[in-house]
């Protein structure tokens, strides 16, 4: 489902990592997520309401690197 929020959603099952991309460009990588909360977050009517109450605060986090695509995005606007 589309998010005014949340514009990429990631996960890989081997390291436990999810990567959420916000509408703003921000890029963040969480650890540890367990299979059933990507699967959660991935179906959920409301990713950004998702994200608050079961992703925010949760996991350990990290900021990555805004792609160049995004940097170009952001300069346009």
């Known amino acids: 489902m589309p998010s005014t929020a949340i514009r990429h959603l990631s996960y890989s099952p081997a390291t436990r990592e999810m990567r959420v991309t916000f ?3 921000r890029r963040y990588a969480y650890a540890q997520v367990p299979p059933e909360v990507h699967a959660a977050f991935s179906t959920a009517q409301s990713r950004g309401a998702f994200f608050n109450y ?3 605060d ?3 986090c990290r ?3 805004r ?3 995004d940097r170009q995005r952001q300069r346009r606007a």
């Open 54 to 56: 079961r992703v925010r």
């Open 63 to 65: 900021e990555l690197e």
């Open 23 to 25: 509408t703003s460009g």
């Open 67 to 69: 792609s160049n695509a």
């Open 58 to 60: 949760r996991f350990a």
